[in-house]
């Protein structure tokens, strides 16, 4: 079991930067490979990013590569999802979630193969 608490959501002017955190406490947090995902009001849920359990490899959504990095701290329990350049289109409810994986180098981007979810954090950029 693990759990997870995203922070660092808030309202940013369009062109702005926020560095979210997603902290999780548990079982050892270097088993899971980790993803960041938002959903819109009315939208689907979309998948922004994701890292294997050792950080070393990483993989974006079209909408946001060039602009957002996601990056881990195992010593921390903490996974991050820096987002630069922010558009209104960025605005959504960010989640962070995690999936034991039996291999370092594991990505995944599909939400239903997530075990466990935060709650999520509040991203709202203005125009």
């Known amino acids: 079991q693990v759990q997870l608490v995203e922070s660092g959501g808030g309202l940013v002017q369009a062109g702005g930067s926020l560095r979210l955190s997603c902290a999780a406490s548990g079982r050892t947090f270097s088993i899971y490979a980790m993803g960041w995902f938002r959903q819109a009001p009315g939208k689907e849920r979309e998948f922004v990013a994701a890292i294997s359990r050792s950080g070393g490899k990483t993989y974006y959504a079209d909408s946001v590569r060039g602009r957002f990095t996601i990056s881990r701290d195992n010593a921390k329990n903490t996974v991050y999802l820096q987002m630069n350049s922010l558009k209104p289109e960025d605005t959504a409810v960010y989640c962070c979630?995690?999936?034991?994986?039996?291999?370092?180098?594991?990505?995944?981007?599909?939400?239903?193969?997530?075990?466990?979810w935060g709650q999520g954090t509040q991203v709202t950029v203005s125009s």
């Open positions: 979630a995690a999936r034991l994986a039996s291999y370092l180098h594991t990505i995944v981007i599909v939400p239903n193969e997530y075990n466990y």
